[in-house]
């Protein structure tokens, strides 16, 4: 059984992935909706600039976030008055942990809604619906399964983030040492070997565990379309 | 009345296209191809015409000159797609209901349950829809539409994808809506039976533009339709109504204007109006009227205009007092008897070449 120390890491660790997921889903899936089925001038550029994170060193993305929300940054000099701080808070990993999965998620969602049929989009419109009436009722439910497998990865990859997270927001106990970070920490203290041990068979029962959840979601949402 | 005046590029493709009607069932008739349904694509508002306008029983639904050119979602026009394109990820009861819910009740005069009476869908609402055949498809697609309350019915080729069997049963529904709803449809096709049986009002489209239009009897007489049914379906069109059955025999009698037509059993009643096409290949012509012969249908004509004879094959154009019949007989047939303009003579029709498809109640 996991002690009281490793459930803490393990809540914090859900509680930052989870938070990422939510952040990033709505915008993600209207960024996927405009790369699906819009054309516009740039979109090449655009595409790119999304899939940054998935090619740059994590390193790279914490150090960028560092520079732009740090309490010299242009966004952290904005937010402090508002009394947001995400430098060193565990509000700032999921932000890391977001914009680490963001392209994952992007990706899958926006093949799920190229491959719904756009003329049932417009076969919705001329039964009177407005564009985001149809967005809403037609081609987000026909992209579900794409939404739920994609929401997976990136909760997934928020479970996993370690570099732009220590980078960011550092390693701080009960803040933002994440399960990785404290499976960092313990391998690099002597006699941390099986405490490191334990909190790897966790992280992995934790990925299972999401997978499966995906799993039965992405079935449930193939039934209803079936139904 | 339907007003429809555009023009558009599609590519390297230009669509001109006008006409005019206020007949229950105008048809858009030409070959696969010809643009026939990008212009039930600019009448539902999913295809932006570059000049023109449309109009629906005086609501302008685009006007290039005025810049008006309302959104699909605004413009009241039912459609019904060739595959259907039901939504497949809802029952055939919340398939029928998107559009229902999306019209204000005040607006809404057609009722759910007439719906679902007219086109027999009561046994299929709790269905999804990969369970159901083309036919129901079809049949919920035309539903959908029309608990939309759309001012207007937009048909793109609805038996395209549908068996021979299947068609039979949605042109009776078609049929069974004009006559019940009185809601004015545009039906596109490129099948000649369908669009002799439908129309009321026709437009032939060639290579994007509208060729001829007219009331269809005429129009379907007219010689540019041979070049778009192709040469094998040339021919002519008669309206008219039934006279009475020979049980006996098992035949019908439709009377015309100017004459009689005898054809096998037709599913009618006495003073029903039908309209029957006559191929002209299937008319031969004799200088008297043969007095032993097999054929039903002798029709004494004159002669109006024989077509440049190139090869084998000649059509001559005749008068059955008004009502026309064109003949297709070889140039030596023609030679034989020396036909020409003004001459009197009798058109043989065989009662079972009477194409029975092509015999609608119009």
């Given at each position: 059984?996991?002690?009281?120390?490793?459930?803490d890491?393990?809540?914090?660790s859900?509680?930052?992935?989870?938070?990422?997921?939510?952040?990033?889903?709505?915008?993600?899936?209207?960024?996927?909706?405009?790369?699906?089925?819009?054309?516009?001038?740039?979109?090449?550029?655009?595409?790119?600039?999304?899939?940054?994170?998935?090619?740059?060193?994590?390193?790279?993305?914490?150090?960028a976030?560092?520079?732009?929300?740090?309490?010299?940054?242009?966004?952290?000099?904005?937010?402090?008055?508002?009394?947001?701080?995400?430098?060193?808070?565990?509000?700032?990993?999921?932000?890391?942990?977001?914009?680490?999965?963001?392209?994952l998620?992007?990706?899958a969602?926006?093949?799920?809604?190229?491959?719904?049929?756009?003329?049932?989009?417009?076969?919705a419109?001329?039964?009177?619906?407005?564009?985001?009436?149809?967005?809403?009722?037609?081609?987000?439910?026909?992209?579900?399964?794409?939404?739920?497998?994609?929401?997976?990865?990136?909760?997934?990859?928020?479970?996993?983030?370690?570099?732009?997270?220590?980078t960011?927001?550092?390693?701080?106990?009960?803040?933002?040492?994440?399960?990785?970070l404290?499976?960092?920490?313990?391998?690099?203290?002597?006699?941390?070997?099986?405490?490191?041990?334990?909190?790897?068979?966790?992280?992995?029962?934790?990925?299972?565990?999401?997978?499966?959840?995906?799993?039965?979601?992405?079935?449930?949402?193939?039934?209803?379309?079936?139904? | 009345?339907?007003?429809?005046?555009?023009?558009?590029?599609?590519?390297?493709?230009?669509?001109?296209?006008?006409?005019?009607?206020?007949?229950?069932?105008?048809?858009?008739?030409?070959?696969?191809?010809?643009?026939?349904?990008?212009?039930?694509?600019a009448?539902?508002?999913?295809?932006?015409?570059?000049?023109?306008?449309?109009?629906?029983?005086?609501?302008?639904?685009?006007?290039?000159?005025?810049?008006?050119?309302?959104?699909?979602?605004?413009?009241?026009?039912?459609?019904?797609?060739?595959?259907?394109?039901?939504?497949?990820?809802?029952?055939?009861?919340?398939?029928?209901?998107?559009?229902?819910?999306?019209?204000?009740?005040?607006e809404r005069?057609?009722?759910?349950?007439?719906?679902?009476?007219?086109?027999?869908?009561?046994?299929?609402?709790?269905?999804?829809?990969?369970?159901?055949?083309?036919?129901?498809?079809?049949?919920?697609?035309?539903?959908?539409?029309?608990?939309?309350?759309?001012?207007?019915?937009?048909?793109?080729?609805?038996?395209?994808s549908?068996?021979?069997?299947?068609?039979?049963?949605?042109?009776?529904y078609?049929?069974?809506?004009?006559?019940?709803?009185?809601?004015?449809?545009?039906?596109?096709?490129?099948?000649?039976?369908?669009?002799?049986?439908?129309?009321?009002?026709?437009?032939?489209?060639?290579?994007?533009?509208?060729?001829?239009?007219?009331?269809?009897?005429?129009?379907?007489?007219?010689?540019?339709?041979?070049?778009?049914?192709?040469r094998?379906?040339?021919?002519?069109?008669?309206?008219?109504?039934?006279?009475?059955?020979?049980?006996?025999?098992?035949?019908?009698?439709?009377?015309?204007?100017?004459?009689?037509?005898?054809?096998?059993n037709?599913?009618?009643?006495?003073?029903?109006?039908?309209?029957?096409?006559?191929r002209?290949?299937?008319?031969?012509?004799?200088?008297?009227?043969?007095?032993?012969?097999?054929?039903?249908n002798?029709?004494r004509?004159?002669?109006?205009?024989?077509?440049?004879?190139f090869?084998?094959?000649?059509?001559v154009?005749?008068?059955?007092?008004?009502?026309?019949?064109?003949?297709?007989?070889?140039?030596?047939?023609a030679?034989?008897?020396?036909?020409?303009?003004?001459?009197?003579?009798?058109?043989?029709?065989?009662?079972?070449?009477?194409?029975?498809?092509?015999?609608?109640?119009?």
């Open positions: 059984m996991p002690t009281a120390a490793e459930l890491i393990v809540l914090l859900l509680k930052v992935a989870l938070c990422a997921l939510l952040v990033s889903l709505p915008v993600a899936v209207a960024v996927a909706f405009v790369l699906a089925r819009k054309d516009f001038p740039g979109k090449t550029l655009f595409d790119a600039a999304v899939h940054l994170p998935l090619v740059l060193p994590p390193v790279v993305v914490g150090y976030l560092l520079l732009l929300f740090g309490a010299r940054g242009p966004i952290g000099r904005m937010l402090e008055p508002l009394g947001v701080v995400l430098m060193f808070r565990w509000t700032g990993a999921a932000l890391a942990a977001a914009i680490m999965g963001f392209p998620l992007v990706r969602v926006r093949l799920a809604i190229e491959a719904v049929d756009p003329r049932l989009e417009i076969a419109r001329t039964l009177g619906a407005r564009r985001w009436r149809v967005f809403f009722t037609v081609t987000l439910p026909l992209a579900m399964p794409g939404v739920i497998t994609g929401s997976l990865l990136s909760f997934a990859r928020a479970l996993g983030e370690f570099g732009a997270t220590i960011f927001v550092s390693n701080i106990p009960g803040e933002t040492r994440t399960l990785p404290a499976i960092y920490t313990f391998t690099q203290s002597p006699g941390g070997d099986e405490a490191a041990l334990r909190l790897a068979v966790l992280s992995v029962l934790l990925s299972l565990a999401a997978l499966a959840v995906s799993e039965r979601l992405v079935r449930r949402s193939m039934q209803a379309r079936h139904a | 009345m339907l007003e429809v005046d555009i023009e558009m590029r599609r590519g390297s493709f230009a669509v001109q296209v006008a006409f005019a009607s206020d007949a229950p069932i105008v048809a858009l008739f030409g070959r696969s191809g010809a643009g026939k349904s990008t212009v039930v694509n009448i539902a508002g999913i295809a932006r015409p570059t000049r023109g306008r449309i109009a629906i029983g005086g609501r302008v639904l685009f006007d290039s000159a005025r810049g008006i050119d309302l959104p699909p979602e605004r413009r009241h026009v039912g459609y019904v797609f060739q595959d259907a394109l039901l939504f497949p990820h809802m029952s055939v009861r919340s398939n029928l209901a998107y559009g229902e819910s999306l019209t204000p009740a005040s005069f057609i009722e759910r349950g007439r719906v679902l009476d007219l086109l027999g869908l009561h046994g299929i609402l709790d269905r999804g829809t990969r369970e159901l055949s083309g036919g129901e498809r079809q049949r919920v697609a035309i539903g959908r539409a029309l608990l939309s309350s759309p001012r207007i019915l937009l048909m793109d080729e609805p038996l395209a549908l068996d021979a069997a299947r068609r039979a049963e949605i042109l009776q078609v049929e069974l809506l004009r006559d019940e709803l009185r809601l004015p449809m545009v039906y596109v096709s490129h099948a000649i039976e369908e669009v002799t049986r439908l129309a009321d009002h026709l437009v032939l489209v060639s290579e994007g533009k509208s060729i001829v239009e007219g009331p269809a009897g005429e129009v379907l007489g007219r010689p540019e339709l041979s070049p778009l049914t192709g094998h379906e040339a021919g002519a069109v008669i309206e008219t109504r039934v006279a009475r059955h020979d049980e006996a025999f098992g035949l019908s009698i439709l009377a015309f204007a100017d004459g009689e037509l005898v054809l096998p037709m599913d009618a009643l006495p003073g029903e109006p039908v309209r029957a096409r006559i002209a290949r299937d008319v031969a012509l004799a200088l008297e009227p043969p007095r032993r012969a097999s054929v039903q002798v029709l004509a004159e002669i109006v205009r024989i077509s440049e004879a090869g084998a094959i000649v059509d154009e005749l008068r059955i007092g008004s009502t026309p019949l064109i003949a297709r007989i070889t140039r030596k047939a030679t034989d008897l020396a036909l020409a303009p003004g001459t009197t003579v009798y058109a043989l029709v065989k009662a079972v070449s009477i194409d029975r498809r092509s015999v609608g109640f119009a």
